[in-house]
């Protein structure tokens, strides 16, 4: 037991609120100089862990000790600092609607730009010199400074994390928790987030502590481990320990899963319109670009997709990816603009948005973010029959049971009455995968499905892809910056280069 005072000690520690508590009290010592990461799979309890730790859940008695005697900041909630990477988009937030990204042109004037935010968080500590030098370097070392312009909005994941990483370091705090910090970036910049996480521990002495579900997000500078399983947290270990019996994946669940996805009804096409011959073309893309100002994002872009085929759709971040997709569901009204035919029909020739969507399962980070109305969470997976966010037309008693069917599929049926703000973020986003299946849908659409997963369920994932593409008359387009997750369906792949 090492003899100087830990950074954070929790003695016994048990939550006063009862609905937030772990099953057993909480033992935990971090010590000055290490680095961390908390780890578990999903629902196993990290959140509540990472809720104490930074003072959310207050426990009973003095059970929590801070050690905080080389910052000069009186409050804990200055020296813990929380970054949640849900693709949060600043003080606008709140208001974010699923289209918003796309629909620029409905941005206030005072939609805050990076530059502007970051100014503003310089003003609240006082803008000292060393507080502006501290910008300038921090800028400089995530290379966002030709950013500074940009509307906070119009920012790409891997950008949108940069900001903010450089907003919550400008506070000055002694610890920072970041939870899931390599979701949704690509390869480069996964090495290049760590790299700088890396250095900002030896030069500016802070201590990070990482929440993952994989041990695959582990990064060499952390020094140890506390795993949390089912409301327990075990006790800590160095990360050569913890990888020696975590760097395995759980057993595929096809078996299971093609039994289940049996008992689901083919859709009869033939009485429902909208849709091509058998073995026509799905989806056909001319000559399609793309620009907001002076930013283009595709250019000139031609892309052909044929019923049964299944797409890997890849790209560094800021490629135009998510972009590309919006075009197709019709949530970017640049896409009314384009040459655009999908299911043998050419955009703006008298369908809906609903008759576009009808055949359309489409999940991504855009519409986790938006999804933050909490009804139970059978009625989120109910809401794909009608393509809406939230839940405002009676299913039928038939819907229903399909909801439950799926649910059952991606292994969540247990939650459908719970509701779905009170879900883990991993159980929110197999709850929104079901909303996405639900309608038995013609094209699916998977926008960095396995996001925030740990490794049981993203190996369950892959396994409902591919089982659902062995149906009849389906087509996949599925985007994700971990190559090794597409599932063995994949039969074409359209990479996107940026700039």
């Not at 011959?277 to 002076?294: A, M, N």
């Not at 969540?412 to 309608?439: D, M, N």
């Not at 892959?462 to 389906?474: G, N, Q, S």
């Amino acid at each position: 037991m090492s003899t100087t005072s830990p950074i954070i000690e929790i003695r016994e520690g048990i939550t006063a609120n009862p609905d937030y508590r772990m099953e057993a009290p909480v033992n935990l010592r971090i010590e000055q100089g290490e680095q961390i990461a908390i780890a578990g799979n999903n629902a196993a309890g990290k959140s509540r862990l990472v809720d104490i730790l930074t003072g959310r859940h207050a426990l009973i008695g003095n059970a929590i000790h801070y050690n905080f005697s080389l910052s000069t900041l009186p409050l804990v909630s200055d020296n813990i600092k929380y970054i949640a990477f849900r693709d949060s988009y600043g003080e606008h937030d709140n208001s974010y609607f699923l289209q918003q990204r796309w629909n620029q042109m409905e941005i206030d004037d005072d939609m805050p730009t990076v530059g502007s935010l970051l100014d503003k968080t310089l003003s609240l500590r006082g803008a000292s010199p060393e507080c502006i030098a501290l910008r300038d370097r921090l800028c400089c070392l995530f290379g966002i400074d030709a950013l500074l312009d940009r509307s906070i909005i119009s920012l790409s994941s891997g950008e949108l994390r940069k900001f903010q990483l450089i907003r919550t370091l400008l506070n000055m705090p002694r610890v920072v928790i970041i939870d899931n910090p390599y979701i949704g970036l690509d390869a480069s910049t996964r090495k290049e987030l760590t790299c700088v996480l890396r250095q900002l521990t030896q030069t500016l002495s802070l201590l990070f502590i990482l929440v993952v579900s994989s041990s695959c997000d582990i990064p060499d500078f952390i020094t140890h481990v506390i795993p949390v399983e089912d409301l327990h947290v075990l006790p800590k270990q160095t990360r050569a320990q913890y990888l020696q019996t975590h760097s395995t994946e759980s057993l595929p669940h096809s078996i299971a899963v093609e039994k289940l996805m049996q008992q689901i009804p083919f859709k009869d096409l033939s009485s429902i319109p909208f849709y091509p011959r058998e073995g026509g073309t799905i989806l056909k893309l001319q000559d399609i670009t793309v620009r907001y100002g002076s930013h283009t994002l595709l250019h000139h872009l031609n892309w052909t997709v044929d019923e049964g085929e299944r797409w890997a759709l890849y790209g560094k971040n800021g490629s135009g990816k998510s972009t590309l997709l919006s075009l197709i569901c019709a949530d970017n009204p640049q896409g009314y603009a384009c040459d655009i035919e999908l299911f043998g029909h050419k955009r703006g020739s008298g369908e809906s948005i609903w008759d576009i969507k009808r055949h359309i399962g489409y999940v991504s980070p855009e519409m986790h973010r938006a999804y933050r109305t909490d009804i139970p969470a059978v009625s989120i997976v109910a809401s794909g029959f009608y393509d809406t966010v939230g839940l405002y037309t009676r299913p039928r008693p038939e819907e229903m049971d399909i909801c439950l069917k799926w649910m059952e599929i991606f292994g969540i049926r247990h939650l459908a009455e719970r509701t779905f703000l009170r879900l883990s973020s991993g159980e929110q986003r197999l709850c929104l995968l079901a909303r996405a299946f639900v309608k038995d849908p013609e094209l699916l659409i998977l926008d960095e499905p396995l996001h925030g997963l740990d490794a049981s369920r993203r190996a369950l994932v892959r396994d409902v892809i591919e089982a659902f593409c062995l149906r009849p008359h389906k087509t996949l387009i599925m985007v994700s910056h971990y190559l090794e997750e597409l599932p063995p369906c994949i039969n074409h792949r359209l990479f996107l280069k940026k700039d």
